[in-house]
T-cell receptor, first 115, second 111 residues
Framework: DTGVSQDPRHKITKRGQNVTFRCDPI?????LYWYRQTLGQGPEFLTY????????KSRLLSDRFSAERPKGSFSTLEIQRTEQGDSAMYLC?????????????FGSGTRLTVV | QQQVKQSPQSLIVQKGGIPIINCAYE??????FPWYQQFPGKGPALLIA?????SEKKEGRFTISFNKSAKQFSLHIMDSQPGDSATYFC??????????FGEGTQLTVNP
């Protein structure tokens, strides 16, 4: 296992289209997180899962955003009816918190551009 | 209450210098304070982290100093190298496992 994998790396979409991103965490990590990062800013929390359960969602996660983690393995983040303000880097991270490991491992992100 | 304020926004040092990046927080519920390093086009990578019951932690050339009473913590990079040029983020863990990040410091180490 080489780390957290995100796909695609880049996505350009027209305003109003739906997009879906995938994240494959480190296999033994039971927690998976989604963050959004805009240029020149720190990552902002969106949501996280423990196994297949979605435990917390940020107010940033509007009704157009939905995340799933079926079977507690990979996760998908879908954005419906994209807007130009959705343009950002979407980062996925995983951790094994229940083993006392608080450190996140981040993927390289999916850069979304809405035109 | 959930913010983490980071300074400076950018920092330029010469090779061998000791850049210092500072962070301040308000919420005493934060219980874990990591620092991340990010290169362009990559996700943040964990550098070093500290719990609030410890005042200092060293790992290689990186040191965190933590002042619980002042609600401040800082990152020191000893013997800085051009390869350390990156953006550095402090963060704090809040209410479970969500991290709140600072705004970032763009570090340039000149040869």
């Amino acid at each position: 296992d080489t780390g957290v994998s995100q796909d695609p790396r880049h996505k350009i979409t027209k305003r109003g289209q739906n997009v879906t991103f995938r994240c494959d965490p480190i296999s033994e990590h039971n927690r998976l997180y989604w963050y959004r990062q805009t240029l020149g800013q720190g990552p902002e929390f969106l949501t996280y899962f423990q196994n297949e359960a979605q435990l917390e969602k940020s107010r940033l996660l509007s009704d157009r955003f939905s995340a799933e983690r079926p079977k507690g393995s990979f996760s998908t983040l879908e954005i419906q009816r994209t807007e130009q303000g959705d343009s950002a880097m979407y980062l996925c991270a995983s951790s094994a918190l229940d083993r006392g490991d608080y450190g996140y491992t981040f993927g390289s992100g999916t850069r979304l551009t809405v035109v | 209450q959930q913010q983490v304020k980071q300074s400076p926004q950018s920092l330029i040092v010469q090779k061998g210098g000791i850049p210092i990046i500072n962070c301040a927080y308000e919420n005493t519920a934060f219980d874990y304070f990591p620092w991340y390093q990010q290169f362009p086009g990559k996700g943040p990578a964990l550098l070093i982290a500290i719990r609030p019951d410890v005042s200092e932690k060293k790992e290689g050339r990186f040191t965190i100093s933590f002042n619980k009473s002042a609600k401040q913590f800082s990152l020191h990079i000893m013997d800085s190298q051009p390869g350390d040029s990156a953006t550095y983020f402090c963060a704090a863990r809040f209410s479970g496992s969500r991290l709140t990040f600072g705004e970032g410091t763009q570090l340039t180490v000149n040869p």
